[in-house]
């Protein structure tokens, strides 16, 4: 790299806890575990409210209230030890103290949820008015929206012995799956023209300029990943049996589709996730002809799954490369074209240590925003350098940190949006970024490399993620019927890239089940349309910026803190009065991208 990033910001935690060794954490977990014991006889006595929910039911409201305020309160004090170890393994993934503080206390968040097991169940069958007694009360009052969203899923409960069994066998079952593909990609040993690398840094290279290199760092992931096959498949096998078995056990009054359950855990209806896919596949032409632009700056017929995420092929291979705090600085302009405090917060989270942005040995590959949810600080994780690609990564998560920034006054229940919306702020931030650049750009190069990341966003949310979607939709379908061999992996895969990218690309990524990460997280399925639900959703709330002039920035922070009071089709309904159930709402977003694809393409000429 020829530009300095050496201040990169590292993050301080130490708000958090003094260390992994700070007694505060042995503390917690030692009283956790006795608040456990105390409270475990008075969870299990709702086996027998259950039994008879009118008999008991004044006694029982105001047992209901106090363990549902006990759990929260252990809820966040543990989550705030896992978080502070997680940040600690992002950035070294081999700490064996933090991976022994996580061990113990995973044990008790698995307890914790499954000795509420009966308690759930009595919020999910009380009556309406006996839920409203429930909800009579300072701090459950906020979980409200919470207990009405569980509530649509009813139909689909066990009883509570056989929802204790499935919470208490998911810990080493299901998770446990999940954790291993985390091992894995952690120690991952790549080699790229005889370097040996961990999967961060060669993921980085397929963000460089050098094509060749890209190339190599490519086909290295590839052979890295397929020294794995065998256990990824059986990982996505496992993760996705699991599931399917779960499910038909769920299904006894009335059939549960995974994607109804995906779109239930999204905050969306079936609805919308069909106009969403629909109207992306008809559009998803625009997204060959960034592809076939992106080839065509290259001087290639067809560029190669490496070129995808490459940056721009600026003449002489100098793209202009940013330092941290020149970064921080521009981001922060762009935020306060919307309103002064987000450009603000920008500066706040660098003047507080609160990103994690140097390169270390054994550090996650990635992006991602977290928050403490004892203290209500967010922080970010990213390993940055310095190219355009990533200070729009920088802007996408300091998007989702301003997310939780506006919402902290608010109670922490009110505050847990979906995954679909969780996009809403982070590609906002990214929109804002790009917006700005190119406005702001003195010459055609700067104008060029902003067009380029907006054709590669158009290129990746309208060819790899709907992919990405298939390839899971495929995969659940045939493994209803029995296990995938790796090679059916591959040719799903393969069939999938093919269905979305057309004849676009020179070779299709056939490894990407396992080189995704998404497939095999173990707590939810169908990790991939939210971004683009996210990306297309927030390009229509932009496109409402200009219309409502000065109103927009109310109207914006409204939104945002009413994500984790409502589902997305409320949301959108509430404070625009359009429908996202309808594909007219996504064409409007989907002209957006459009535009911005013909502009790309009139720079090409
Ligand atoms: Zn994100």
Redesign the pocket.
């Known amino acids: 790299m020829n530009k300095d990033i050496s201040d990169c910001t590292v993050w301080d935690n130490s708000s958090i806890f003094e260390s992994l060794e700070d007694p505060k954490i042995n503390k917690i977990i030692e009283e956790s575990i006795k608040d456990l014991e105390a409270i475990s006889e008075k969870a299990s006595k709702f086996e027998n409210v259950l039994n008879d929910l009118e008999a008991t039911q004044e006694h029982a409201v105001r047992n209901a209230q106090e363990l549902l305020c006990e759990r929260h309160r252990i809820y966040i004090e543990l989550s705030t030890i896992m978080t502070y170890c997680h940040c600690v393994t992002s950035v070294d993934a081999k700490n064996e103290e933090a991976k022994k503080i996580v061990s113990s206390v995973a044990p008790l968040f698995s307890n914790l949820m499954k000795m509420m097991t009966p308690l759930d169940l009595y919020i999910k069958r009380i009556d309406e008015e006996t839920l409203s007694k429930v909800l009579n009360h300072e701090i459950i009052k906020n979980m409200d929206f919470k207990f009405s969203h569980m509530r649509k899923m009813n139909d689909f409960m066990l009883s509570s012995g056989e929802e204790k069994i499935i919470q208490g066998l998911s810990r080493d079952g299901l998770h446990n799956w999940g954790k291993l593909y985390s091992t894995i990609a952690a120690n991952l040993e790549v080699v790229v023209a005889g370097e040996k690398m961990g999967l961060a840094m060669a993921s980085s290279i397929l963000r460089q300029a050098d094509r060749k290199k890209r190339e190599a760092s490519w086909r290295a992931i590839k052979s890295a990943w397929e020294l794995h096959e065998e256990s990824v498949c059986s990982i996505l096998n496992s993760l996705n049996g699991w599931r399917i078995e779960e499910n038909s056990s769920r299904s006894k009054h009335k059939k549960l589709h995974y994607l109804d359950k995906s779109c239930h855990q999204s905050h969306i209806t079936r609805k919308t996730l069909n106009s969403l896919m629909e109207s992306t596949f008809e559009n998803r032409t625009i997204g060959h002809r960034a592809l076939i632009g992106m080839a065509k700056a290259n001087n290639v017929e067809l560029l190669g799954p490496w070129d995808i995420l490459s940056p721009a092929p600026i003449q002489e291979g100098k793209g202009k490369l940013y330092g941290f705090k020149e970064a921080i600085d521009l981001i922060s302009e762009a935020f306060s074209t919307l309103s002064p405090a987000m450009g603000e917060f920008a500066q706040m989270m660098y003047k507080n240590n609160w990103i994690d942005a140097r390169e270390t040995d054994f550090r996650s590959p990635g992006a991602y925003?977290t928050k403490f949810a004892k203290q209500r600080e967010p922080r970010v994780f990213m390993t940055y350098d310095g190219s355009m690609g990533n200070v729009i990564t920088l802007a996408?998560?300091l998007g989702?940190a301003y997310h939780n920034w506006v919402m902290r006054d608010m109670h922490i229940i009110k505050t847990h949006y979906a995954m679909t919306t969780?996009?809403t702020a982070?590609i906002f931030g990214e929109t804002l970024v790009r917006d700005y650049l190119y406005k702001n750009s003195k010459n055609k190069n700067d104008q060029f490399e902003i067009a380029w990341q907006d054709a590669e966003s158009a290129a990746a949310m309208l060819c790899n993620v709907p992919a990405r979607f298939e390839f899971e939709r495929q995969l659940v379908e045939q493994r209803k019927k029995r296990a995938l061999s790796v090679s059916e992996m591959k040719s799903t895969m393969n069939n999938a890239w093919t269905l979305w990218y057309g004849k676009n690309l020179s070779e299709m990524d056939d490894m990407m089940w396992a080189s995704k990460l998404h497939f095999s997280i173990s707590g939810l399925g169908f990790y991939n349309y939210p971004y683009l639900f996210?990306y297309l959703f927030s390009l229509g709330i932009y496109a409402q910026k200009d219309l409502h002039g000065n109103n927009f920035n109310d109207l914006y922070l409204k939104i945002l803190r009413d994500t984790g009071s409502m589902n997305a089709v409320d949301l959108i309904d509430k404070h625009f009065g359009k429908s996202i159930e309808e594909k007219e709402f996504w064409q409007g977003s989907l002209d957006i991208v459009n535009k911005s694809v013909t502009r790309f393409e009139k720079l090409l000429n």
Do not use: K
């Open positions: 925003c996408h998560e989702h969780a996009e982070s996210g």
